[in-house]
């Protein structure tokens, strides 16, 4: 049969129960909180829960947040062997000039027409946000900033980066250069979780190199809150932004602002952000791993549903107070064909807290179906038909 759409159940869990609120330590109701930041995402990387949102999807200038992009590459290329910590480059007179002492901006001073480690450039952009750091690995690496561009053009896609664009290694002004909130979020993650081992230059307090002591340009790392990563960015038009990860009382928050004021108004909101995010909400597990979320609906087999179920546990963070109805929907494409296999991923829970959504969690088949009979895939085709025909 050639019909097939959307079905999209509906799933009403009300889970604001009292007692649960009040074993909780009160703090700021989260519905009070607000931030002068114009773009903000605030997610619990643990389960995913998204705790605040603004704009998130909105593209900005990257400035210097687009360096994140250029270190995912850097650290692929270590991962799969095609570089190594110490591959070493020469400094250009490009780098020297748009990137180094000359340049006046963020530099960790490579010499010109020098040879620099791998290793000791990843910190130059990791702690310093060097700009000749980033030129250098980028015409080490592909020739030229243009052919690197490319290649984070080509990641970015990969990651599943929908609003961002990258004309260069450094985030110095150029108007291909575009990042969302989101994006960075979800760049974040994947840096601290795809490369611990490279990712832990963040959070690195100094470094020295060539005799020049170069200390961390984030702020928030030195301040004893948490703050592990990652990195900051200024420009004309979008203000200041950063995005930092943050771990404490063995829960990860990925913040991302955007369009702030000042230097201080930037630090300042993003320690708000990360206390509030600590303090103001508590874990509930909707769904054990395994539970029977739905029933989906098989056309041919010989059973006419087959559960799906989680991959793992579905947790979510709340406000400790929280006065909210749960809801959840359950998606997939209507029917699923036979045969089917256990273990598939056929659709997708995404569930809300009131109007705002939380997380999405992908759903899979319990169960595996076979072909049924002739009569049942008779009476299956004209169930369909009745289904679109009604």
Known sequence: MSFRSIV???????LTSSAWAQSQTLAQTPDLFDTKARQAYLIDSGTGTILFSRKESEPVTSASLAKAMTLAVVFKALRTGEIALDTTYPVSEHAWRTGGAPSRTATMFAALKSQVAVEDLIRGVA???ANDACIILAEGMAGSEA????????????LGLTQSRFANATGLPDPGNKV????????????????????RYYSE??????????????????????????????????????????ERDNRRLFVALG????????????????????????????FKAGDTVAEASVYGGDVHTVPLVTPGDVEVL??????????????????????????????VLRIWNGDRFLRQVPLQTAASVEVGTL???????????LFFWL
């Open 8 to 14: 999209i159940l509906v799933l009403s869990l009300v």
């Open 127 to 129: 702690v310093q946000a």
């Open 147 to 158: 052919a690197f561009a490319a290649r984070m053009n080509a990641e970015a896609k990969a």
């Open 180 to 199: 969302s909130m989101q994006d960075l979020v979800t760049l974040g993650r994947y840096l601290r979780d795809t490369y611990p081992e490279y990712y």
């Open 205 to 246: 307090p100094e470094f020295v190199w060539n005799k020049i002591k170069q200390r961390n340009r984030n702020p928030l790392v030195g301040m004893n809150i948490g703050v592990d990563g990652l990195v900051l960015g200024f420009a004309e038009d979008s203000g200041y932004g950063l995005l930092v990860s943050v």
């Open 259 to 286: 369009g702030l004021a000042s230097e201080k108004e930037r630090v300042d909101e993003a320690r708000r952000m990360i206390d509030w995010g600590m303090t103001a909400f508590g874990s509930r597990t909707l």
């Open 318 to 347: 709340l406000p400790v107070d929280n006065k909210e109805r749960l809801s959840a929907r359950v998606v997939y494409a209507w029917p699923l064909q036979a045969p089917v296999a256990p273990g598939q991923q056929v659709g």
């Open 375 to 385: 009569f049942s895939r008779a009476l299956d085709a004209l169930q369909e038909l």
